[in-house]
């Protein structure tokens, strides 16, 4: 598992799935052995009235310099995963 977090990560702004628009921050961008041809990105959303945000996780695929697809990470098993790598990260 190889994490890439040294440089500053930017903020991205998503549509989630209830329609809303949402301004979240990149926490880090992560590959996995057990998908090396894949990437993953931890979302952040932003939140102005001091309430906690929930971490959101997806497939990142870059699409050139400055742009980048989320996609969800539909496979349960999958997904299971990222979240381990994911808290893997946090405990570091």
Known sequence: MQFEN????????????????????????????DYPQ??????MP??????ESEVILFEYVEEGEDC??????????EFNKAVSAFYSWLEE
């Open 46 to 51: 932003k939140t102005y009235d001091g309430s």
């Open 38 to 43: 894949k990437e993953y990105i931890a979302l």
């Open 68 to 77: 980048a697809e989320f996609l969800s990470i539909e496979d349960e098993e």
């Open 6 to 33: 040294e440089t500053p990560m930017p903020v991205v702004n998503i549509t989630l799935e209830n329609g809303e628009n949402a301004e979240c921050e990149v926490l880090c961008i992560f590959d996995m052995v």
